[in-house]
């Protein structure tokens, strides 16, 4: 973990990994999708079954990003490494743009099941809620203008927002929601049939893995922003 | 080929879905490499001695 945390050793890795983290993410998200797409129709659901295998790799996403945006936001705060702060940094937008994606597929396959787009349901509203903690926390980085106060700050509220991971989680739980419970991670095994649930362990695979490549290679991207800076800046002086 | 289409009657909805999911995901890996190869020219340039 920590031999990582150095912006030049994070460089050389990254670029040993990137290509092999490429192909494995094409492969999976390729098997998924297509596997997905081919799918037999649902007893119930019908078709729409489908929208399963770009719903839930989504939202999932979303949520399993805010946990690492978080992670990283502790190592920052605790630690005041500056690759946790970039690490944390670059992950916001890909988790927004997860979160936004499970909403839009969300709503598209709760109109022919439910019978309506959106819900304020306890699931919904605290998925509807992630998305917000992440624009406030890009917000913040952008509102504060140095570097290590904005990291300070964007940190604590990436922790304050964890909080929202268990309840967007066990929302189904606590509360009555229209929304349909945990069917996979559950107590005696998952509770679809196999024939849906290899597609939809692959997309959740491939939306995963193409997570962590986007994230590696936006980090590359803020150390060189940051190089450049200081190259600019030491100029300057 | 049009009962492909229509998607057993759920058509409006699944490939929207596709749609949307295909945009977002690609104009996010589109925007991320150009992103990163505009840096990389950037200090390219300034390291240049």
């Known amino acids: ?237 | 080929m049009s009962q492909f289409f229509a998607m057993g009657g759920y058509g409006a909805f699944i490939w929207p879905a596709y749609g949307v999911s295909a945009l977002l995901l690609g104009a996010t890996v589109a925007v991320t490499v150009r992103a990163y190869r505009k840096a990389r020219a950037q200090l390219a340039v300034l390291e240049k001695p």
């Open chain 1, 1 to 237: 973990m920590f031999a990582f945390a150095n912006p030049k050793r994070f460089m050389d890795a990254s670029s040993a990994f990137l290509p092999w983290l490429v192909v494995a993410t094409v492969l999976t998200l390729g098997a998924g999708v297509v596997l997905g797409f081919l799918a037999p129709p649902d007893y119930q659901q019908g078709d729409t079954v489908k929208l399963m295998f770009l719903h839930v790799p989504a939202a999932w996403s979303a949520m399993m990003v805010y946990g690492l945006l978080a992670l990283t936001s502790l190592f920052s705060l605790v630690w005041r490494h500056p690759l946790s702060d970039v690490a944390a940094k670059a992950a916001a937008p890909l988790g927004a743009m997860f979160t936004v994606l499970g909403l839009i597929t969300g709503a598209l396959w709760g109109r022919p099941m439910w019978g309506a787009y959106w819900v304020w349901d306890a699931r919904l509203t605290s998925f509807l809620l992630l998305l917000f903690i992440y624009l406030g926390y890009i917000a913040l980085w952008s509102a504060v203008e140095d570097e290590v106060r904005a990291a300070r700050a964007a940190a604590i509220l990436a922790l304050l927002g964890a909080v929202n991971l268990p309840v967007i989680e066990f929302s189904v739980d606590w509360w009555n929601t229209l929304h349909q419970g945990e069917s996979i991670a559950r107590a005696g095994g998952p509770r679809i049939s196999a024939v849906f649930l290899w597609p939809l362990a692959l997309s959740a695979l491939g939306y995963t893995l193409l997570f962590f490549t986007l994230w590696t290679v936006r980090i590359r991207t803020e150390i060189l922003e940051r190089r450049a800076r200081s190259i600019l800046l030491g100029g300057a002086a």
